[in-house]
């Protein structure tokens, strides 16, 4: 069974800017939760979505937001990027909304 | 407090040694544990998942839990190179509330040759 996948791998831009992240969960998999990974922070929880539906939500800026497909593939956006977002983004998905995790290889986002 | 403590580390052992790392945590409604391994530049890669308190083995791994004490620990025997990485402890509640996981922000491990 292939594994969850984001796109893209590795991303630069530059500050007032705006990104557009994706994630493809593993197969049959209806939940997708996005991190943000710095190395002063750690994980940080974003959001998370199940069936189509945002059903948590971290303490991040409205800046960030995300939304998820019908297939269960989701995508996060963040608005006038600042130097401070520059962080691996990573997306894990499980069965529900509630079972292990499984991440994907994360999105490097570099703003200048 | 944070609710998920953990040495970051770096911690370095000679290869072959025993690796002990360890985890503590604040919230009783933490249910399961889980222990991720992270290489650099790559995402968490899954290694053990417990519910219960007592010890999983999996491999050279030792997954245990002490829900009395709210401690967790992960034992590396016969440690190689190849463990090299960052270990994230993981948690998750029980009901829904907030955030469902909660993570450690990780132990870096260097077994050297």
């Known amino acids: 069974k292939a594994g969850v996948t984001q796109t893209p791998r590795y991303l630069i831009k530059t500050r007032g800017q705006q990104v557009t992240l994706s994630c493809s969960p593993i197969?049959?998999?209806?939940?997708v939760s996005w991190y943000q990974q710095t190395p002063g922070q750690g994980l940080q929880f974003l959001f998370e979505?199940?069936?189509?539906?945002?059903?948590n939500k971290g303490n991040f800026p409205g800046r960030f937001s995300g939304r998820q497909f019908s297939n269960s593939r989701s995508e996060m956006n963040v608005s006038t990027l600042e130097l401070g977002d520059s962080a691996l983004y990573l997306c894990?998905?499980?069965?529900?909304?509630?079972?292990?995790?499984?991440f994907g290889p994360g999105t490097r986002l570099l703003v200048l | 407090q944070k609710e998920v403590e953990q040495d970051p580390g770096p911690l370095s052992v000679p290869e072959g040694a025993i690796v002990s790392l360890n985890c503590t945590y604040s919230?009783?409604?933490?249910?399961?544990f889980m222990w991720y391994r992270q290489y650099s530049r790559k995402g968490p890669e899954l290694l053990m998942y417990?519910?219960?308190?007592g010890n999983k083995e999996d491999g050279r791994f030792t997954a245990q839990v002490d829900k009395s004490s709210k401690y967790i620990s992960l034992f590396i025997r016969d440690s190689q190179p190849s463990d090299s990485a960052t270990y994230l402890c993981?948690?998750?509640?029980?009901?829904?509330?907030?955030?469902?996981?909660?993570f450690g922000p990780g132990t870096r491990l260097s077994v050297l040759p």
């Open positions: 894990a998905s499980s069965l529900y909304s509630k079972e292990t995790q499984y």
């Open positions: 197969s049959g998999h209806r939940s």
């Open positions: 979505y199940f069936s189509e539906t945002q059903r």
């Open positions: 919230n009783s409604a933490f249910q399961y």
């Open positions: 417990t519910y219960s308190s």
């Open positions: 993981a948690m998750r509640r029980e009901y829904n509330y907030g955030q469902n996981f909660v």
